[in-house]
């Protein structure tokens, strides 16, 4: 009888394992989900930029998993969580669009969720593809330039500069729209004159643009004062005026100084923006790249223009600080 027992509680317990193991089968394996930050230093207005609104309004967000499940999601914050995710590979796809609904950045990324993990990406944005129209219109006033010519270049972040052949008419001077691939340059403008067979800068500026693929950006310096050749005292008024994405700021100028001294001058970016490249610009001209100060000395008497142009080293943020130093007249 007891044997008899022992064999019924036995098969009893087998068909209790079974069930319990085949309803662990059945179960769904636990799901993952995704904290997603987008990087969103790309896509700050810079110093020039397209007749558009460049700020993102919101962001449209895409997944698909290996095994061909989805989801979309929109959001105006450049943080979201995303939860219920099959564990596996997903390919993640974010696209930035303005409020007037204008496809400005995108990127993407493969991520592997894990059952019951959140997993955190950082997901960065860049340019959208393709090319935008980019013109200049550069003034100064009547009369106070005899011979002028005017020499103006976009610098990317890699690669050869565009030159964009300024047509002088008068006092002013334009270049034709030329088409540029969608993203970030230096501007430089420089304005010469012609005195007894050479050709002296007399203007000169260094600005951030922005190129937006199928919009156009157009450039309009206006140097409101420009001295006669030798002196270079320069004033600049640059429209429209865009908010920088970085802080920068020079200290140390706007003073007069006195022929033969020295003027140091120290660049700075504000936050913590990782990396960052200076380029020091007087008078449109490249002087120093790299570092962060300066020293302007050994100029003839006059007003210069000091542009300072800071870069994140991974080329996607930049801003642009503006300043002046004075040389005096030596005494007699």
């Known amino acids: 009888m007891r044997f008899e027992q022992s064999v019924a509680l036995a098969f009893v317990l087998v068909v209790v394992l079974a069930f319990s193991g085949c309803e662990q089968l059945l ?12 990087d969103g230093s790309a896509h700050h207005a810079r110093s020039i930029g397209p007749e558009i609104d460049v700020e993102v309004a919101r962001y449209e967000i895409r997944g698909e998993s290996d095994g061909g499940e989805r989801f979309e999601r929109t959001t105006t914050e450049g943080q979201i969580e995303i939860e219920g995710l099959t564990p596996g590979y997903w390919q993640i796809e ?7 609904d204008v496809h400005l950045y995108t990127g993407s990324q493969r991520a592997l969720v894990t059952a019951r993990e959140a997993l955190t990406i950082v997901l960065s944005l860049h340019a959208l593809a393709g090319s935008g129209e980019f013109s200049l219109d550069v003034g100064w006033p009547e009369g106070s330039v005899q011979s002028p010519a005017v020499e103006a270049s976009l610098i990317p972040t890699s690669g050869p500069a565009i030159e964009l052949e300024p047509v002088v008419n008068g006092a ?3 270049s034709a729209a030329h088409e540029v691939a969608g993203g970030y ?33 157009t450039a309009r310096l206006s140097f409101a004062s420009i001295n006669a050749p030798g002196s270079l005292e ?6 429209p005026g865009f908010r920088e994405s970085l802080d920068v700021s020079i200290t140390g100028g706007e003073v007069t100084a006195e022929y033969g001294s020295s003027v140091p001058l120290e660049g700075s970016v504000g936050g913590s923006p990782g990396n960052v490249v200076f380029t020091w610009y007087v008078n449109g001209s490249a002087v120093e790249t790299g570092s962060a100060s300066i020293t302007i000395g050994g100029y003839v008497p006059g007003h210069y ?3 300072l142009i800071a870069v994140t080293a991974d080329g996607l943020e930049g801003g642009t600080a ?4 004075e040389i005096g007249v030596p005494a007699p």
Not at 27 to 38: D, F, K, M, V
Not at 94 to 100: G, H, K, P, T
Not at 322 to 325: I, R, S
Request: hydrophobic share 45%; proline share 4%.
């Open 27 to 38: 179960q769904p394996e636990p799901a993952g989900s995704l904290q997603l930050t987008i």
């Open 94 to 100: 974010v696209d930035a669009y303005s409020v007037d």
């Open 172 to 174: 002013t001077a334009a």
């Open 185 to 217: 340059y230096t501007l430089v403008v420089k304005v010469s004159e012609q005195v007894d067979g050479r050709t002296v800068l007399v203007a000169g500026a260094a600005e951030l643009v922005q190129v937006v693929a199928g919009h156009p950006t």
């Open 234 to 239: 320069i004033g600049i008024d640059v429209v």
């Open 305 to 307: 223009r000091i542009d």
């Open 322 to 325: 503006g300043g002046w130093v």
